[in-house]
């Protein structure tokens, strides 16, 4: 037999008067003893009402922002007349049985840390590090998935004084909890993530949590210093610039043999040559040539540089590094090799200074020491373009009609598209792998 029993508020201390702020179930839901069924709000403290004993819910009698105090009609609940006869103390919990047991949360309305939340006497407003029992919502704004996030209330009621989307913040306390901290860190994040004109910004899934360990065993290393920053510099220039990547292949076939020839007096002197050296080099022309190459965004204006800095991507043991070479248009190929070395050392050696890595008009990132075909390079910003470096490979190419092995560098060049277009892009490319296919139009 169920009977039906109108839930209460209890006793809720010296207020007289506090206000609905969330109402945490509609009728049809059934609750649990415990279950929080609408939260409550004084000047001092939000207190969830948590449900005397097990029911279904009838009918909510009161709505988001009513005053309510002490014995106001909360809802009706069907309960198990059994069930109910054998818990006498929760079966009704009527204002009468609220006064038998104080409900009262003395909590601070913003508690320092979660733990100066606790309550001085039996609580309806929970310790923070007590967490609040997912319930069905009966608002609408609050959660569309139907399962309250899980946050104590004092967390709930910053996160809305924040304007947070509790739905989207990822909580790392216990179980997956909501802490303040993680109202601070989602709103910060917010903060620092640029809006378009309609304000929509990224509205991302949290990031997957996965127990690793259910599956195997795992160890877990700590990112070192440089890739820390580097994760967030590539975050940010990943999903901040509409990247696109043009491909080519520049004819370094000649160049490749006068490279090797240089290479054996450079030695003397304790310098490489690489064909990085040459594609500094022969950036040049081809950043004066296309200006935009050289710029960087700032708001709705481009600043033309007038110099020519280029970085150069180094691999390290700790991640990656980009020294910059400077006046790279006032130097010629030995000096730039020479220099290149040293940066490169010192990249590795983790001994560049802040300088080293300021001042980049444009990045070249070269893998053809190591391997593979083409990948699209992530632009440096606030640079606009950056060019990756394939690993030469000999091709049959046609020339003249008649089909010949030709030394074939591969690269592929990202660039901003809201400077640079598609054509301008193919124009640059072209143009460059012309002068590495004959130096002689580097001096022009
Ligand atoms: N194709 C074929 N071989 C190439 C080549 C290419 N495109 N580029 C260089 N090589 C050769 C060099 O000639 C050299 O050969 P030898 O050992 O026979 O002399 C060898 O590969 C190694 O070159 P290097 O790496 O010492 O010199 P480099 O000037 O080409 O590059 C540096 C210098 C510092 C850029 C490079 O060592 C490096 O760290 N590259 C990695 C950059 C990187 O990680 N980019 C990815 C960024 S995106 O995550």
């Known amino acids: 037999m169920s009977k039906l029993v109108e839930i209460k508020v209890p006793d809720i201390g ?26 409550l709000e004084s000047d001092k403290a939000t207190m969830d009402v948590p449900a005397p004993q097990a029911g279904v819910v009838k009918e909510v009698k009161v709505h988001l922002g009513d005053k309510v105090g002490e014995g106001a009609a ?23 049985s609220a006064k038998k047991t104080p409900l009262v949360g003395d909590t601070p309305a913003e508690p320092k840390t979660e733990k100066t939340s606790e309550p001085q006497r039996a609580p309806i407003a929970q310790p923070a590090d007590t967490p609040t029992v997912a319930a069905p919502q009966a608002d609408p704004s609050e959660t569309q998935s139907g399962a309250l996030p899980h946050a104590s209330p004092s967390v709930r009621k910053f996160a809305r004084e924040l304007g947070a989307d509790l739905r989207r913040v990822h909580g790392r306390g216990p179980k997956g909890r909501i802490l ?15 809006r378009g004109a309609g304000g929509a910004g990224l509205d991302l899934l949290p990031w997957p949590k996965v127990e690793f360990t259910k599956f195997g065993a795992v160890e877990s290393r700590p990112l070192s210093r440089i890739r820390k920053l580097s994760k967030a510099n590539l975050a940010r220039n990943w999903v901040m610039i509409p990247h696109v990547t043009q491909f080519d292949e520049a004819d370094v076939t000649e160049l490749e043999e006068f ?16 064909m990085l050296c040459f594609i500094l080099k022969a ?18 204006n481009l600043i033309l540089k007038k110099y020519f800095h280029l970085g150069f991507a180094v691999d390290t043991p700790d991640g990656l590094v980009v020294p910059v070479l400077r006046d ?24 560049l200074k802040a300088a080293d890595i300021q001042g980049g008009c444009f990045t070249v990132s070269s893998l053809g020491g190591i391997g593979g075909t083409a990948f699209t390079p992530i632009i440096n910003a606030p640079e606009v373009a950056i060019l990756g470096v394939s690993k030469l490979a000999q091709k049959p190419v046609y020339r003249d009609g ?30 460059f792998s012309g002068e590495l296919g004959d130096m002689r139009r580097a001096l022009l």
């Open 14 to 39: 010296d207020f007289d008067e506090v206000a609905v702020i969330e109402v945490l179930v509609k009728p049809g839901d059934t609750v649990a003893v415990e279950t929080p069924l609408i939260t």
């Open 74 to 96: 909360i809802l009706t609940l069907e309960v198990d007349e059994a069930a109910a006869e054998t818990k006498p103390d929760t079966a009704v919990a009527s204002a009468d």
């Open 180 to 194: 303040r901290e993680d109202v601070q860190r989602f709103v910060k994040a917010e903060l620092s993530t640029p």
């Open 259 to 274: 490279r090797k020839e240089i290479n054996q007096d450079a030695a003397k002197d304790g310098i490489k040559v690489t």
């Open 283 to 300: 950036l040049v022309p081809a950043l004066t040539r296309f200006a935009e190459f050289n710029g960087s965004l700032d708001g709705d």
């Open 328 to 351: 790279v248009d006032k130097k010629g190929v030995l000096q730039i090799a020479r220099e290149m070395g040293e940066l490169s050392v010192r990249a590795r050696e983790g001994k």
């Open 402 to 431: 008649v089909l010949v092995p030709r030394l074939m560098l591969p690269l592929s060049l990202s660039y901003d598209h809201r400077v640079i277009d598609g054509a301008m892009a193919a124009r640059f490319i072209t143009y």
